[in-house]
């Protein structure tokens, strides 16, 4: 269980607010109970130095949006959208539809959309947003499937179904834009960035895990595998941050509350590291996000050619074709920090024969980040 004091990370941008940024989620547990995410988000805001970000939320559990407004007056946690909204208090409204998507659109779903469809539902919580308040910017938070951990090939069938379902996304948030004349229904790629997690855990890059199954609850029932660990809401923050203020997450906290003040399993730094660099990554080169983008910085995984990494027996050698890095780290994969040092040249090595053998990540340090796997065979 976790300390009360913020870890106060290296940060690699200088953060500001756009705005007020209160924000009203409606949803189910992809918020996380009782808005995991929503206090998560909170936190990083805080350490961000953003101090006009609020949350509130109507929760009810394994629903679909329709639902959501059938029964507002009733939800299971929160308060009930049809005197919050109605406020003007929000800026941002985020709406979490039933997965997978499809069922509730063709109506196989226990949502039967003869009753509302979802875009009649997302429509009818946008016209009361925008009639409040009318810069609100509305989204659709786009969950990641189950995983059906009995199947032949769970990885390959999950991966599927996120890339089949997500035009299905975009249909529901398009539709609800065309019949409105107010700004666009725009989308939190947070299937995305679970997909890139689930990547990073089998390339063997993710430290600390091993398994992209340990991604989520273990709880869960093997044939319908979803939720995240407490540990991997922080993913979902970080995209939900990144969104809302295109902002990157990269240098801020890992350490965070759940819901009322709760204290959670939190990621290592190197965790949460690899976590803030996934969701930039997926928000800001996704245009359905509508990141309002505060900064050219791109916190890249990839180098495009100007760092060479080589492992060298005995050593690892670094060229930069500019020195735009100020430190670099060396972590294990139980997250711990092996090696920190300075960085004075643009050619470089670093002695490895103290480390014991093994994968470790590669992590530069300056006007961008850059990590890279390495395996050492000492």
């Given at each position: 269980?976790?300390?009360?004091l913020?870890?106060?990370a290296?940060?690699?941008l200088t953060?500001?607010?756009?705005g007020?940024?209160n924000?009203?989620?409606?949803?189910?547990?992809?918020?996380?109970w009782?808005?995991?995410?929503?206090?998560?988000?909170?936190?990083?805001a805080?350490?961000?130095?953003?101090t006009?970000?609020g949350?509130?939320?109507?929760?009810?559990?394994?629903?679909?949006?329709?639902?959501?407004?059938?029964?507002?007056?009733?939800?299971q946690?929160?308060t009930?959208?049809?005197m919050?909204?109605?406020?003007g208090?929000?800026?941002?409204m985020v709406?979490?539809?039933?997965?997978p998507?499809?069922?509730?659109?063709d109506?196989?779903?226990?949502?039967?959309?003869?009753?509302i469809?979802?875009?009649?539902?997302v429509d009818?919580?946008?016209?009361?947003?925008?009639?409040?308040?009318p810069?609100?910017?509305?989204?659709?938070?786009e969950?990641?499937?189950?995983?059906?951990q009995t199947?032949?090939?769970?990885?390959?069938?999950w991966?599927?179904?996120?890339i089949?379902?997500?035009?299905?996304?975009?249909?529901?948030?398009?539709?609800?834009?065309l019949?409105?004349?107010?700004?666009?229904v725009?989308i939190v790629?947070?299937?995305?960035?679970?997909?890139?997690?689930?990547?990073?855990i089998?390339?063997?890059v993710?430290?600390?895990?091993?398994?992209?199954?340990?991604?989520?609850?273990?709880?869960?029932?093997?044939?319908?595998?979803?939720?995240?660990?407490?540990t991997?809401?922080?993913?979902?923050?970080?995209v939900?941050?990144?969104t809302?203020?295109?902002?990157?997450?990269v240098?801020?906290?890992?350490?965070?509350?759940?819901?009322?003040g709760w204290?959670?399993?939190?990621?290592?730094p190197?965790?949460?590291?690899?976590?803030?660099?996934?969701?930039?990554e997926?928000?800001?080169?996704?245009?359905?996000?509508?990141?309002?983008?505060?900064?050219?910085?791109?916190?890249?995984?990839?180098?495009?050619?100007s760092?060479?990494i080589?492992?060298?027996?005995?050593?690892?050698?670094?060229?930069?074709k500019?020195n735009s890095?100020?430190n670099?780290?060396?972590?294990?994969?139980?997250?711990?920090?092996?090696?920190?040092t300075?960085?004075?040249?643009?050619?470089?090595?670093?002695?490895?024969r103290?480390l014991?053998?093994?994968?470790?990540?590669?992590?530069?340090?300056?006007?961008?980040s850059f990590m890279?796997?390495?395996?050492?065979?000492?």
């Open positions: 269980m976790k300390r009360l913020l870890f106060c290296i940060s690699l953060l500001t607010s756009f007020q940024e924000t009203y989620y409606i949803g189910h547990s992809g918020f996380g009782d808005l995991i995410v929503g206090e998560m988000v909170n936190d990083l805080i350490d961000a130095g953003i006009t970000y949350y509130n939320f109507q929760f009810i559990g394994g629903t679909c949006v329709a639902n959501q407004w059938i029964n507002h007056a009733s939800p946690g929160g009930d959208s049809w919050e909204l109605p406020s208090n929000y800026d941002i709406l979490a539809e039933q997965i998507i499809q069922e509730v659109i109506g196989s779903s226990f949502c039967n959309p003869t009753i469809s979802s875009v009649s539902a009818n919580f946008y016209d009361m947003a925008i009639a409040a308040n810069n609100t910017r509305v989204y659709l938070m969950f990641h499937n189950e995983v059906d199947a032949a090939t769970p990885h390959a069938d991966v599927n179904m996120n089949t379902m997500r035009p299905l996304w975009e249909r529901v948030a398009d539709s609800t834009t019949i409105n004349s107010g700004p666009p725009c790629p947070v299937a995305a960035a679970y997909q890139a997690l689930a990547d990073s089998i390339a063997g993710y430290p600390g895990t091993t398994n992209w199954i340990d991604m989520f609850d273990p709880t869960d029932t093997i044939v319908a595998t979803i939720h995240p660990t407490e991997t809401y922080y993913l979902s923050a970080c939900h941050f990144s809302i203020f295109g902002q990157s997450p240098g801020l906290t890992n350490q965070t509350f759940a819901a009322a204290q959670y399993d939190e990621p290592t190197a965790q949460a590291l690899m976590m803030q660099q996934i969701a930039w997926i928000v800001s080169n996704d245009p359905r996000s509508c990141a309002p983008i505060a900064t050219s910085i791109n916190h890249n995984m990839n180098n495009n050619g760092i060479s080589i492992n060298k027996e005995n050593e690892i050698e670094i060229n930069l500019e890095f100020s670099i780290e060396l972590y294990n994969t139980s997250g711990q920090i092996v090696l920190n300075n960085i004075h040249q643009q050619k470089f090595s670093l002695d490895t103290q014991t053998a093994g994968i470790y990540v590669v992590r530069l340090i300056g006007e961008q890279k796997k390495i395996v050492i065979n000492n």
